[in-house]
């Protein structure tokens, strides 16, 4: 079963891994391995912290990540979306506060993928997607101002808006020499994909233009000016201290982290399904990245998820199994142990043109754009959650944008949603197609047959409440007819209980014709099925009927 809590390693082990296996995985992990060492370094400095912690994710959440994942193919370790709230988080709460809120936010992926829920978080609403991974794509690329033009700032303020006014006023300290490195790093990453696709132009252009800063001594900051010497070792594991306040106080930022890694990680798998033609396993995918981000703030690393890019990187140079990302990981190590001492000479502008690049395609500006061709009410939501995350907080877009999808949600599920008394010269044009048109029937004087046609959620529950109280007089009986009912839920039920309860004050008997399944177990245990008796619910609209008869013969013998 897909959804089974099962790594996939274990199923690519019982069909049985050769060697032209192995030997695919081992290219096209090592190349993956090249392509992460600038996007984990870069990642790293973006986020507020020191280089090498974004070092540390990509190895140790990498290979947990391949290790427990449920994809055949998904690369894990630090992405651009964790950059904005790593670094707010970063800033209020020092590195203790991050590793408590990443470590709450595995523990919370893990809890969601035991109890099953990974279908549904893909269900994210698009228009909110696209907002908050733009918006943050913009924050990306405004933060790489500095460094890219080699600006001297003496602080740098948190809000976007102060940004760019301390950018510019500081305009006066740019820094040719910096702009010169980065412009030409950019070039370079840029143009080398006509060469090859294989090698990725920001590696080129770490490779290229270090070693010219450093031979010329040019005045631009690296990392080893700014951070100090990266070690090229893993750090002991260290417990950090469980303080409940804190543990309170960052809650929200846990929450947006589990959020931003349980989508991106399932997106970046049903990405890799589509390219290999498999199906990941959600649940099992949640935990493998739950397992990774608890354990990786250990090290000193940072929040890691499913990274599209470096997952279809592997899957261009052949990877086909997690241990392909395994590889990809311990060759990061190697990396940082034979060569994390020369990681100091990188320039800071080399790094900012790397970043201006993965902003540029993490902004999926196109799709930005096509939505502006959606309804008005997608447009809304779009762009709200767009200026929500770049003026004022992520977390603060997402919450925003999830509950104006809601109700969004409710109010079209309010207009799909029709509910009104039948008047037989109405249904006549339904009678050739429709066996049950209540045009084929005779109603009963007393009867009156009452359609709701669409989902009876929350939403449309008042249009079913407003349209009862038309009756000028109680009827002898209600037929509520829900043939086209497909789903109810708990405002739906309450809304047919408070009928049930005015029929019975009314002296009215209350019928149900065409109940579909999940509004009749609904009903059942909801307790209200048992109450109106199990009689008083038919297949269709005829058996209401003739029970409808007989229910008003009965009233009309006692009378007589």
């Known amino acids: 079963m897909p959804t089974r809590l099962q790594p996939k390693l274990f199923t690519v082990l019982k069909e049985g891994y050769s060697l032209s296996h192995f030997s695919a995985d081992l290219v096209a ?20 912290v020191k280089p090498e912690q974004g070092l540390y994710t990509a190895i140790i959440a990498g290979f947990l990540i391949s290790l427990l994942s449920g994809s055949r193919v998904q690369i894990g370790g630090p992405t651009g979306a964790f950059i904005v709230i790593v670094y707010g988080v970063v800033q209020q709460h020092g590195i203790e506060g991050l590793t408590l809120a990443t470590m709450m936010a595995g523990a919370l992926l893990v809890i969601l993928g035991i109890a099953r829920l990974g279908s549904v978080i893909k269900y994210m609403p698009y228009p909110v997607t696209v907002g908050f991974t733009t918006g ?4 990306i690329a405004v933060t790489q101002i500095p460094d890219f033009f080699g600006l001297q700032l003496a602080t740098t303020p948190g809000e976007f808006l102060e940004k760019i006014e301390l950018y510019w006023a500081s305009r006066e300290t740019l820094n040719p020499w910096a702009l010169g490195v980065g412009a030409s790093s950019l070039g370079i990453i840029l143009l080398f994909p006509k060469v090859t696709h294989r090698i990725p132009g920001s590696l080129i252009a770490i490779l290229l233009v270090t070693p010219v800063v450093a031979l010329f001594n040019l005045p631009v900051e690296t990392i ?32 947006t982290i589990a959020s931003l890694g349980a989508i991106e990680s399932l997106l970046s798998a049903v990405v890799a399904d589509g390219m290999i033609g ?30 599209i890019a470096r997952t279809a990187t592997n899957i261009k140079n052949g990877g086909r ?69 770049v003026l004022v907080d992520l977390t603060v877009a997402i919450e925003a944008g999830i509950v104006l999808a809601a ?22 044009e339904e009678e050739i197609h429709d066996p049950f048109s209540i045009a084929r029937f005779d109603i009963p004087e007393g009867v009156e047959v009452f359609e709701i046609n669409g989902p009876f959620f929350f939403g449309a529950a008042s249009k079913f409440q407003d349209a009862m109280t038309v009756l000028e007089k109680p009827p002898k009986v209600l037929i509520l007819r829900m043939r086209h009912v ?25 019928l149900i014709s065409g109940i579909r399944p999940q509004p009749s177990e609904a009903l059942a245990k909801s307790g209200l099925k048992e109450r109106m008796g199990s009689d008083r619910i038919h297949k269709n609209v005829g058996e209401a009927l003739r029970h409808a008869r007989a229910l008003i013969e009965e009233k009309e013998n006692r009378v007589q």
């Open 224 to 255: 080893g000016s700014r951070f100090g010497e990266v070690p090229n070792s893993l750090p002991k594991p260290t417990l950090p201290d469980f303080d409940l306040a804190n543990l309170q106080s960052l809650f929200p930022a846990a929450v």
């Open 486 to 510: 497909p789903a109810i839920d708990a405002t739906g039920l309450h809304a047919l209980e408070s009928i049930f309860k005015k029929t019975e004050s009314w002296g009215t008997e209350l």
């Open 136 to 139: 943050i794509a913009v924050i």
């Open 29 to 48: 992990g090592l190349i993956t391995g090249i392509v992460a060492l600038p996007l984990a370094i870069a990642f790293g400095i973006a986020s507020g």
């Open 407 to 428: 109700f969004l949600f409710m109010r079209r599920m309010e207009k799909v949603t029709h509910a009104g008394f039948i008047i037989p010269a109405n249904d006549e």
């Open 278 to 307: 498999t199906r990941h396993r959600s649940n099992m995918e949640l935990v493998a990245q739950g397992v990774a981000n608890i354990v990786t703030p250990l090290f000193g690393g940072i929040p890691a998820t499913g990274a």
């Open 321 to 389: 199994t997690p241990i392909a990302g395994m590889i990809h990981a311990v060759t990061l190590l190697l990396i940082l142990l034979f060569f994390g001492k020369w990681a100091s000479l990188i320039p800071m502008p080399v790094l900012a043109a790397v970043l201006l690049i993965v902003a540029y395609n993490m902004s999926e500006w196109r799709l930005f754009m096509n939505l502006f061709s959606s309804p008005r009410s997608d447009l809304a939501v779009l762009l709200i959650t767009f200026f929500l995350t």
